[in-house]
């Protein structure tokens, strides 16, 4: 009995890895983009496949950013901004984190002898409509991390007040 379902258990995570690859394997569209420049590495996020309907429903967010040592008191992020660009000839969009990678931070003054804190610090993030037909491609400085949230609206439309 106990060997059944450590065999059944193995075979569910067996099959959820197996998931998880499939769906990591290289998109066909990538081909399309370019290699990354020159201190510049390439991102892809491939999405679950939905239908139009449900997609129109869907956004996500892109989060660049790195881990930093701060001081754990001030609220500190850095300076890039992530702008989309098309692909000449193909008409696909892709996105480039441009800007100066410099934090920006308050100035509280931290206590005497606070110790520093490792932070995953971040630009600001954009918002863009979901599409599981294409990868989305993000182009960051080298030593970057890319993240991405799924936003889902509500199903139902609330009504302003006129005033």
């Not at 997609?55 to 989309?84: H, Q």
């Not at 098309?86 to 008409?91: D, F, I, Q, R, V």
């Amino acid at each position: 009995m106990i060997l059944r379902n450590t065999f059944a258990q193995l075979l569910i995570i067996g099959l959820i890895l197996f998931e998880t690859v499939a769906f990591c394997a290289e998109h066909p569209e990538l081909k399309a983009f370019p290699e990354p420049k020159e201190g510049m590495e390439r991102f892809a996020i491939t999405l679950h496949q939905k239908d139009r309907n449900q997609e129109a429903s869907l956004k996500v967010e892109i989060i660049i950013g790195k881990n930093m040592l701060t001081d754990g008191v001030n609220l500190v992020r850095l300076g890039n901004t992530i702008g989309a660009h098309t692909l000449k000839g193909w008409g696909y969009t892709y996105y480039e984190v441009t800007g100066s990678s410099e934090t920006l931070s308050t100035m509280m003054a931290a206590p005497e002898g606070a110790l520093m804190v490792n932070k995953f610090l971040t630009a600001s993030p954009l918002l863009i409509p979901y599409n599981s037909r294409l990868p989305i491609v993000v182009y960051v400085p080298e030593n970057y991390e890319v993240q991405y949230r799924i936003w889902k609206a509500s199903e139902f439309n609330l009504k302003a007040e006129k005033r």
